[in-house]
């Protein structure tokens, strides 16, 4: 298991990692502090919780990505 906490979403595919997919984003949920950014990973959802706004808006590709420590 991953904390969503430690999951990080980029435009582009990040040069410095190899625990990089690309996903779908569904939509996004501004809840002051942080966004919730609901994004969909093969057949399945995952939420990234992120300071700030999204990368991308809803139906477009970006990178999902974990340092390997987490």
Known sequence: SVRT????????RP???QNCWPVTIVR????GDI????VRWGEQELVVRQIGSSVVGPGETAF???DPLH
């Open 5 to 12: 906490v430690h999951l990080s979403l980029s435009s582009s």
């Open 15 to 17: 040069a410095d990692t």
């Open 28 to 31: 996004a949920v501004f809840l």
């Open 64 to 66: 999902l990505a974990v």
């Open 35 to 38: 966004t919730q950014v609901h």
